[in-house]
């Protein structure tokens, strides 16, 4: 079993800065794939982000890449998203997840979620 807890959202301006982190608890969480997700109103969850246990293998989005950022600190059990240039599309419902099996882009393939934390950006 893993619980995870998702922090720091708020409400921001346009072309700012926000870093959310995510602890996790439980299991040994250095040997997990984790992702983060968003959700907005009336769409469905969708992918933002993945880091492979190895701290090297990352993969992102369209939409966020070059201004996105995950990264992770197993010492600590949590992982970070660096969110730079942020625009009012990006708002939304951020989850962060657990993979017990290779990660990869869609909701199935991670067990666990945390539950998540609102960004709002506004224009």
């Known amino acids: 079993q893993v619980q995870l807890v998702e922090s720091g959202g708020g409400v921001v301006q346009a072309g700012t800065s926000l870093r959310l982190s995510c602890a996790a608890s439980?299991?040994?969480?250095?040997?997990?794939?984790l992702g983060w997700f968003r959700q907005a109103p009336g769409k469905e969850r969708e992918f933002v982000a993945a880091?492979?246990?190895?701290?090297?293998?990352?993969d992102y989005a369209d939409s966020v890449k070059g201004r996105f950022a995950i990264s992770r600190d197993n010492p600590r059990s949590t992982v970070y998203l660096q969110m730079n240039s942020l625009v009012p599309e990006d708002t939304a419902v951020y989850y962060c997840?657990?993979?017990?099996?290779?990660?990869?882009?869609?909701?199935?393939?991670?067990?666990?979620w945390g539950q998540g934390t609102q960004v709002t950006v506004s224009s």
């Open positions: 997840a657990a993979s017990m099996t290779g990660g990869g882009r869609t909701p199935n393939d991670y067990k666990y």
């Open positions: 439980g299991r040994n969480f250095r040997n997990y794939p």
């Open positions: 880091i492979n246990w190895n701290y090297i293998t990352t």
